[in-house]
C-alpha cells in the first residue's frame, strides 16, 4: 500500500492550496478513516483534519472554518483545501490511511509528506 501526496508549496498569507493524496496498491480491500498531519519544525505532528469512510469530519479548532477534508473512494484520494492560509499554517503535510487490506488486517499508512510554506 502507498500513498502518494501532491500540491504543497509557497503561498502568500491569505491564499490558497489544495494537497492530494492517492492511496493504492493490490493489498486494500477497504479503506476507513482518512486524514492529514503537519508537523512545523521543532514541534510534534498534530492532526489537521480526518474524515471516515461515511464522509464524518473532524478538525483541528486552528482550521475550522477555513480547511476542508473530502475524499473520492472511488479514487481512493482525499483532499484538504487550504483556504486563509497564515505563516502558522507553514509546515510538512501528512496523509494518512487506516487500510484493510485484503488478508483483512488494519494498519496505518502514511505518505511521504509536502511542504506547504506560508510567507510574503
Known amino acids: 500500500v502507498q500513498l502518494q501526496a501532491y500540491g504543497g508549496g509557497l503561498v502568500q498569507p491569505g491564499g490558497s492550496l489544495r494537497l492530494s493524496c492517492a492511496v493504492s496498491?493490490?493489498?486494500?480491500?477497504?479503506?476507513?478513516?482518512m486524514g492529514w498531519y503537519r508537523q512545523a519544525p521543532g514541534k510534534q505532528r498534530e492532526l489537521v483534519a480526518s474524515?471516515?469512510?461515511?464522509?464524518?469530519?473532524n478538525y483541528a479548532d486552528s482550521v475550522k472554518g477555513r480547511f476542508t477534508i473530502s475524499r473520492d473512494n472511488a479514487k481512493n484520494t482525499v483532499y484538504l483545501q487550504m483556504n486563509s492560509l497564515k505563516p502558522d499554517d507553514t509546515a510538512v503535510y501528512y496523509c494518512?490511511?487506516?487500510?484493510?487490506?485484503?488478508?483483512?488486517?488494519?494498519?496505518?499508512?502514511w505518505g511521504q509528506g509536502t511542504q506547504v510554506t506560508v510567507s510574503s
Open positions: 496498491g493490490s493489498a486494500i480491500f477497504s479503506i476507513n478513516d
Open positions: 494518512n490511511a487506516v487500510v484493510l487490506t485484503t488478508t483483512f488486517r488494519k494498519s496505518d499508512y
Open positions: 474524515i471516515t469512510s461515511g464522509s464524518s469530519t
